[in-house]
């Protein structure tokens, strides 16, 4: 991410602690996705389990989201809802390496909102 103790890097870190991932699955991820070679001090074989591991975790989580939302645990609207917020996420984080930063912002309060958004989708 970017700056340590920015404010990117403070979301991130966050939304990693509670998500499914590892920073290295993440970066994995990534790699991936821009058609990156690998690069990390991994065996290419260490890193290829990973990628088949993380696919599977991609994999697992949309179907647990269909099942979830078809018994009713998580709202119908929540795709739309985690989307809209993962577009507004993307906004922050590209904002700190553009000269056009937003101006003070306050991660605590982003943090809260985004749990709170979590935690009412869900009927549990």
Do not use: W
Not at 38 to 59: D, N, P, W
Not at 65 to 90: F, H, N, R
């Amino acid at each position: 991410m970017s700056n340590q103790g920015s404010n990117s890097n403070i979301l991130y870190t966050h939304l990693v602690a509670n998500s499914l991932f590892t920073p290295r699955q993440l970066s994995i991820i990534l790699k991936q996705l821009r058609g990156d070679s690998k690069t990390e001090k991994i065996s290419s074989g260490a890193y290829y389990r990973q990628v088949k591991q993380c696919r599977k975790k991609v994999i697992s989580i949309l179907h647990s989201m269909i099942i979830l939302q078809s018994m009713g645990i998580v709202q119908s609207d929540a795709s739309a809802t985690l989307s809209k917020v993962a577009e507004q996420l993307a906004v922050i984080f590209a904002s700190e390496s553009s000269s056009d930063a937003i101006p003070r912002l306050n991660t605590n309060d982003v943090i809260s909102v985004i749990d709170e958004v979590i935690k009412r989708m869900s009927k549990l």
